[in-house]
């Protein structure tokens, strides 16, 4: 008995597709369905952005993976921030890319990540020196809250500059 050596990829092919052949559709099957994954994800995302009324004109959101990229022009800064929170807020988000302009300018806002044992009194007072502010806070993180008891931790929030 002996072995006998040949070039496999010479000849008819009685196997069907070859397994690098296999693979390589199996992979650009598995692109195709994330990249449509993606693109319904995005679809869902502008959706909300409409439902919650906030309003930026020519709104164009691409999700890779876990970063969003937003462009468009919001109506103020506000409505930017709470565009760029309702991305950020959403699972499986980790990077919002904020490519957005905004149409009518006013101070950024900054943003506090909700820790354990966080109240929105307890933010105003971190952040304004008294914890009666408190709806301040709730305010500017309309619509996307509802309720000022309902915050959780890892969530992101507006702390809109306060004069004086």
Same mark, same amino acid.
């Given at each position: 008995?002996? =072995?006998?050596?040949? *070039? ?16 390589? &559709? ?8 994330? =990249? ?7 679809? %869902?995302?502008? !959706?909300?952005?409409?439902? =919650? !009324? ?7 959101? #691409? *999700? ?6 937003? $462009? ?8 930017? &921030? $709470? ?9 499986? *988000?980790? @990077? ?7 149409? #009518?300018?006013?101070? +950024?806002?900054?943003? #506090?990540?909700? +820790? ?8 105003? $007072? !971190?952040? @304004?020196?008294?914890?009666? /502010? @408190? ?6 993180? $309309? ?6 008891? /309902?915050? @959780?931790?890892? !969530?992101? =929030? %507006?702390?809109? #500059?306060?004069?004086?």
């Amino acid at each position: 008995m002996s =072995l006998f050596s040949f *070039i496999k990829t010479a000849g008819a092919t009685i196997f069907g597709k070859s397994k690098a052949e296999r693979a390589a &559709e199996a992979k650009a099957a598995a692109e195709a369905a994330e =990249l449509k994954a993606e693109a319904e994800a995005a679809s %869902r995302l502008e !959706q909300t952005i409409r439902d =919650l !009324q906030l309003e930026v004109t020519d709104l164009d959101i #691409h *999700i890779d993976d876990d970063k969003v990229t937003i $462009k468009g022009m919001a109506y103020n800064q506000a409505t930017k &921030e $709470k565009v760029v929170l309702v991305a950020g807020n959403s699972g499986g *988000i980790a @990077y919002v890319d904020d490519q957005m302009t905004v149409e #009518h300018v006013e101070p +950024e806002a900054q943003f #506090h990540t909700v +820790e354990s044992g966080d109240s929105l009194s307890k933010i105003a $007072k !971190q952040y @304004y020196g008294d914890a009666m /502010k @408190y709806p301040v806070i709730f305010e500017a993180n $309309k619509p996307m809250l509802t309720d000022p008891d /309902k915050i @959780y931790p890892g !969530q992101v =929030l %507006r702390i809109p #500059h306060m004069e004086g």
